[in-house]
């Protein structure tokens, strides 16, 4: 359910959401619950096991970006699990980059998020959808091509030959500005994680026989899809650019 109502601004929202967000992200967790499991099961058949931190970064990603197209504020605590997981699975399997992005970046941004979401708006309201000018465009190419450098000298310095160092750099550069305007309510978010992040992981982990996050990577494509059309429309609702 989006909280699109035809009103110029919302109210402040609970920092566990409403009743109705609670409801939801219950409903949520259950659905990535029978997807993770139904998951595990196939990749057992296929005779590719599935370790329990995998499964349960898998379980908790998937209510996360779930949750994230419908403006559920329950995105961040699930959000904060996921971060937490994937992080200490990518750092186990030597994609160095996008494991340290989880702890470094991903872990406050969550949580400032949180409070975003819920009182960042006009007067400490709900924050509201809104798109991006040509002057946050102009601050966000230079900023991401820095990044993607600057993440792939620090990482070369760091570990002895990590894998796939610049596509991997490419990655955690695209998911930090996605993530970044995630939290600010930027529905163009959602185009950086359907291109740069999602669309790249999806290669990146079939390079590297990573088959849950392939399988997690192609989820987050379709409701990164869809969760720029439902965001899209939030932002028609209130008119807005910043």
């Known amino acids: 359910m989006v909280k699109s109502t035809e009103v110029s601004q919302r109210e402040a929202l609970p920092i566990i959401g409403t009743r109705s967000d609670r409801f939801e992200a219950v409903a949520g967790g259950l659905v990535a619950a029978i997807v993770t499991i139904g998951y595990v099961l196939i990749a057992r058949e296929l005779g590719t096991s599935t370790m329990r931190i995998e499964a349960l970064a898998l379980w908790s990603s998937l209510a996360c970006v779930w949750l994230a197209r419908t403006e559920n504020i329950w995105t961040m605590p699930y959000g904060i699990l996921s971060v937490i997981l994937l992080g200490w699975y990518l750092l186990d399997i030597d994609l160095v980059g996008q494991g340290w992005l989880q702890y470094v970046y991903y872990v406050p941004i969550q949580f ?131």
């Open 112 to 242: 400032a998020g949180w409070w975003a979401w819920a009182r960042g708006g006009p007067g400490r309201t709900e924050l509201e959808v809104t798109r991006m000018g040509a002057r946050g465009w102009s601050v966000l190419i230079p900023s991401m091509l820095l990044a993607w450098a600057g993440f792939a000298l620090l990482f070369d310095a760091i570990y002895e030959d990590p894998a796939y160092l610049i596509w991997d750099s490419s990655i955690v550069a695209s998911s930090i500005a996605a993530q970044t305007l995630m939290t600010l309510k930027k529905r163009e978010s959602w185009w950086l994680w359907t291109l740069p992040v999602n669309v790249s992981s999806i290669g990146l982990f079939v390079r590297t026989e990573t088959w849950a996050f392939v399988f997690l990577y192609c989820v987050f494509l379709l409701n990164s899809c869809w969760g720029w059309r439902q965001w899209s429309r939030a932002e028609r609702s209130s008119g807005r650019v910043g």
